[in-house]
């Protein structure tokens, strides 16, 4: 018994170790060559942040008539930029560290989680900055920012998930990054990151079904919720705050324990022939 767990635990502090490494060469080798560096971290969310901004809300009109909405959408756009970052490095994690795991034996999932956690770092870096705006901007703060970390949590399971799932699809399907590419552009305006789902509601009352029905999307979900408990409780519609049943406010989540499943089912049912097909 002793000698399984002393197995377990250099097993397990070799794959940290592994990890650790990873992150920071991935950190680095992110901005390799760059002037600015880590700066475009935050320059990327706060650039697309003022183009959506002047078209959806001053041109378009498309905001909640509050004046907490520029932070609500930079909140938002950082959320996503989050997981469209973790899925598009994740995604070739694998194949870009082909040579490695052909050379180095350790489990290949750890490929994948560290392109995660450096999207995490970038990810924490864009909320200080939402912050300085939220305090700047006098946003009134509540007992909800609490529930923040378990919402973070569940994006990152969500991208994570995706992740993990479209790299060992990428192993034997190049096309795999195009659809994703135009996926990700479908989803984005899809869910209510640049427009407020309050507008189409109150505008477009013909549509208020369809509009709830996007909180059923985990990502919309997860978004929102971290809109409502961090910014503008009063303000945001959530999955919890829009539906009376209580099962119809589990299904996100359930989608997310799914997708998760089905990441790590995936991943590990292909992970021996990597090697074999790169």
Do not use: C
């Not at 909405?69 to 970052?85: A, C, D, N, R």
């Not at 939402?130 to 901007?137: C, D, G, P, R, Y």
């Not at 799932?165 to 869910?191: G, K, P, S």
């Not at 049943?245 to 590990?268: M, N, Y």
């Amino acid at each position: 018994m002793n000698t399984l767990s002393q197995r377990l635990k250099n097993r397990y502090g070799y794959a940290m170790t592994v990890l650790r490494g990873l992150v920071k060469t991935d950190f680095k080798m992110r901005y390799q060559g760059s002037f600015l560096g880590v700066a475009w971290s935050v320059l990327k969310p706060l650039m697309l942040f003022a183009v959506m901004y002047v078209v959806f809300a001053k041109f378009m009109r498309m905001t909640d008539g509050t004046p907490t909405f520029p932070v609500v959408l930079l909140l938002g756009i950082s959320s996503w930029q989050f997981v469209t970052e973790t899925v598009g490095i994740g995604l070739r994690s694998i194949v870009d560290r082909g040579d490695l795991l052909r050379k180095v034996h350790f489990p290949n999932y750890i490929v994948v989680v560290s392109a995660s956690i450096g999207s995490l770092i970038s990810l924490a870096i864009n909320y200080v900055v939402v912050l300085i705006f939220a305090i700047f901007m006098r946003v009134q703060f509540t007992w909800r920012v609490l529930w923040l970390p378990l919402n973070v949590l569940e994006l990152y399971i969500i991208a994570l998930a995706l992740a993990l799932m479209l790299a060992t699809f990428y192993v034997f399907y190049r096309d795999v990054l195009h659809i994703w590419e135009v996926l990700q552009q479908i989803i984005f305006y899809a869910m209510p990151i640049i427009y407020p789902l309050s507008f189409i509601t109150k505008n477009h009352p013909e549509y208020s079904t369809i509009a709830n029905l996007e909180l059923m999307n985990p990502i919309a979900q997860t978004i929102q919720d971290i809109r409502h408990n961090f910014i503008a409780p009063a303000t945001q519609p959530t999955v919890w705050n829009t539906f009376g049943s209580w099962w119809v406010k589990l299904i996100p989540l359930a989608i997310t324990a799914l997708l998760l499943w089905f990441g790590v089912w995936v991943f590990r049912k292909n992970s021996r022939r990597f090697a074999e097909v790169m």
